[in-house]
């Protein structure tokens, strides 16, 4: 079946420092990728998507980009705010078959002033 | 425009009792999705409605939940008996376009529920 992995949390940064986000999938075909974010006490919101390879995806600074050979859409911001502090979710739709969107298990990322 | 609405909030029941969960997704958005959220985990899809058709069921556990979408709007999910194990948040989404699960899709804020 199709499933995402994404590295574990939490993530602690510095204000302005970079950030990356690790997250692979495995699916037939080709699916649709997405980053969530949760940030405290509200529900996931969309925060950029890519559908189809070679893709990039971007909002608010961040930018992931669907890799089919590596089977990746890695999450990047080139400097963090306190106010990114949140809960970040990586997901695919499949291409066919069925209809199941697959979410990964979330990482936390704390930036701290 | 408004966002998904849920109610309730939260939930505090104890096992073998029965729940529901209310879910008003974006005005005329087609598809509406429930999720399952165990604490530490992503979301698990329980079922999928396009309009007021079931499109996919197969991760609903069908002795003791179910949900119905009457008219393709509102929606409502109950669980009836409550097991430990359902303690979760829900969360219900909607998205636009009839293609599904690879438009994007809103979420509502969820209901937390406790099983004692």
């Known amino acids: 079946g199709n499933s995402v992995t994404q590295m574990e949390g939490p993530v602690t940064l510095s204000e302005e420092a970079f950030l990356t986000i690790n997250c692979t999938y495995t699916?037939?075909?080709?699916?649709?990728l997405f980053w969530y974010v949760q940030y405290p006490g509200e529900g996931l919101q969309l925060l950029l998507k890519?559908?189809?390879?070679?893709d990039k995806g971007s909002n608010k600074g961040f930018e992931a980009t669907y890799r089919k050979e590596t089977t990746s859409f890695h999450l990047e911001k080139g400097s963090v705010q306190v106010s990114d502090s949140a809960v970040y979710f990586c997901?695919?739709?499949?291409?066919?078959?069925?209809?199941?969107?697959?979410f990964g298990r979330g990482t936390s990322l704390i930036v701290h002033p | 425009e408004a966002g998904v609405a849920q109610s309730p909030r939260y939930k505090i029941i104890e096992k073998r009792q029965s729940v529901a969960f209310w879910c008003n997704p974006i005005?005329?958005?087609?598809?509406l999705y429930w999720y399952q959220q165990i604490l530490g985990q992503g979301p698990k899809l329980l079922i999928q409605?396009?309009?007021?058709?079931?499109?996919?069921d197969s991760q609903l556990p069908k002795d003791r939940f179910s949900a119905e979408r009457l008219k393709g709007v509102d929606s409502t999910l109950k669980i009836q008996p409550a097991k430990l194990e359902d303690s979760a948040v829900y969360l219900c989404a909607s998205s636009a376009r009839t293609s599904g699960p690879r438009e994007a899709q809103y979420f509502g804020p969820g209901t937390r529920l406790t099983v004692l």
């Open positions: 005005s005329g958005h087609a598809t």
């Open positions: 409605f396009q309009n007021n058709g079931v499109v996919d």
């Open positions: 890519a559908t189809k390879a070679d």
């Open positions: 997901a695919l739709s499949p291409s066919g078959g069925s209809y199941i969107p697959t």
């Open positions: 699916a037939t075909g080709y699916p649709s």
